[in-house]
């Protein structure tokens, strides 16, 4: 079945890139997502990617897609406190309407 | 647009209490998505729509849960009657091609 998984944790220093990581089972997977959930807010899409790409780059965020191992990362350039947040993983499945599957979440912590 | 709208923000309600939760998707959006978060089980898909029609409901927990669309810009989750497991925050979400979800601010349900 379809399954998403992500480390729990990450800690890093105001201004070094951070990479947290994803995998996914599903090989139909057509697009894969990142979303980022602020403290007692909603979730907010971050970026997504397309399955037949590799890489995506937005600003400050890269997504690299590895198809063959199934292996999703998202970079954070010069983090900031700001982006302390809980940080999604999602993958669209194939002839599944807009349903997604999403990770657990990885709570990425930036310290001054 | 004012992006999709949840209410209550907050709920706390005695067990045995009927509960609804309300949902506003973004105008001219045809996919609506209710998913509840706890810290144990993350973020779990209980229902979907398209088109006002339920298309995926295998993810709602038992029968004490139901969810209506009665049309493009309203659905409602209700549980009757609450138990102090159900207590977890509620998110609706939509889409209007089935890439992009966009997530309510979610309703926060204590069940005492």
């Known amino acids: 079945g379809e399954d998403v998984e992500q480390s729990l944790f990450l800690s890093v220093r105001e201004g070094d890139s951070s990479v947290i990581n994803c995998t996914y089972t599903?090989?139909?997977?057509?697009?894969l997502y990142w979303y980022k959930q602020e403290p007692g807010a909603g979730l907010q899409l971050l970026t997504y990617i397309f399955s037949n790409m590799d890489m995506k780059q937005d600003q400050r965020l890269t997504v690299l897609l590895n198809k063959k191992d199934k292996h999703l990362s998202l970079r954070i350039a010069d983090t900031q406190t700001g982006d302390s947040a809980i940080y999604f993983c999602?993958?669209?499945?194939?002839?599944?309407?807009?349903?997604?599957?999403f990770g657990q979440g990885t709570e990425l912590s930036v310290k001054p | 647009d004012a992006g999709v709208i949840q209410s209550p923000r907050h709920e706390v309600t005695e067990m045995g209490q009927e509960v609804t939760l309300r949902c506003k998707p973004i105008?001219?959006?045809?996919?609506l998505f209710w998913y509840r978060q706890t810290m144990m089980r993350g973020l779990e898909l209980l229902i979907y729509?398209?088109?006002?029609?339920?298309?995926?409901d295998s993810g709602m927990p038992e029968d004490r849960f139901s969810a209506k669309m009665p049309n493009a810009s309203f659905s409602t989750l209700k549980i009757q009657p609450s138990e102090p497991r159900d207590s977890a925050v509620y998110f609706c979400?939509?889409?209007?091609?089935?890439?992009?979800?966009?997530f309510g601010p979610g309703t926060r349900l204590t069940v005492t």
């Open positions: 105008s001219g959006h045809d996919y």
């Open positions: 999602a993958e669209s499945i194939y002839n599944q309407g807009g349903k997604l599957i």
């Open positions: 729509f398209n088109n006002n029609v339920p298309i995926d």
């Open positions: 599903d090989s139909s997977s057509t697009y």
């Open positions: 979400a939509s889409t209007g091609g089935g890439n992009e979800q966009y």
